[in-house]
């Protein structure tokens, strides 16, 4: 069974602001020093971004997704999911002494412009996005096997038989 559409929305605005608060938080406990508190934000922001990324996947679900804002969306979004490995890694080799702040800085600009990119295109995509006409607002989710980047084809209507 899927999310409810205002489930997801809901979901999705609240573990996004949280991701954002905690950001904010890593980078002010990292500019303080204050070396276990920020691995405590990091762990708990890495925790509230992948619910973000799940709730934002369920919104999806309850809109004609344009295709091609979807084209450019999802790479931004994978690249900037799979480059979260580099501040982590570099921030837990600068933590054991094997690296230095800089590489860790640079990981997390390159890291915070592709996260940057993916929020904005993943707004653009979901205001140029159509909400399913079939669902009444705060229900259902789209079946198995429909697609979520067309709406379902119109049947056509028989004609009678001249009998």
Same mark, same amino acid.
């Given at each position: 069974?899927? %999310? ?8 999705? &605005? ?7 608060? /905690?950001?904010?938080?890593? &980078?002010?406990?990292? @500019? ?6 920020? +691995? ?6 890495? %925790? !509230?971004?992948?619910?973000? +990324?799940?709730?934002?996947? !369920?919104?999806? $679900? ?8 979807? $084209? +450019?969306? /999802?790479?931004?979004?994978?690249? !900037?999911? #799979?480059?979260? &490995? ?8 600068? *933590?054991?002494?094997? %690296?230095?702040? @800089?590489?860790? @800085? +640079?990981?997390?600009?390159? *890291?915070?412009?592709?996260?940057? &990119?993916? /929020?904005?295109? #993943? !707004? /653009?995509?979901?205001?140029?996005? @159509? ?8 229900? #259902? ?11 379902? $084809? ?10």
């Amino acid at each position: 069974m899927g %999310v409810t559409s205002s489930a997801a929305h809901l979901g999705f &605005l609240v573990t996004l602001g949280l991701s954002v608060v /905690l950001l904010v938080a890593a &980078l002010v406990t990292a @500019k303080l020093h204050k070396v276990k508190a920020h +691995i405590g934000v990091v762990a708990a922001m890495v %925790v !509230a971004l992948l619910a973000t +990324i799940y709730f934002a996947e !369920a919104v999806g $679900r309850h809109y004609y997704i344009d295709a091609n804002m979807q $084209r +450019i969306h /999802l790479p931004l979004a994978f690249l !900037a999911a #799979g480059t979260l &490995l580099a501040p982590l890694t570099t921030g837990f080799l600068h *933590w054991r002494g094997r %690296v230095g702040v @800089k590489a860790h @800085k +640079i990981s997390v600009g390159i *890291w915070g412009v592709l996260l940057l &990119l993916a /929020l904005g295109t #993943g !707004a /653009l995509m979901l205001m140029a996005s @159509k909400p399913h006409e079939s669902f009444a607002p705060g229900e #259902g989710f789209v079946p198995p096997g429909e697609s979520l980047t067309t709406p379902p $084809r119109e049947t056509p209507t028989p004609t009678p038989s001249p009998n």
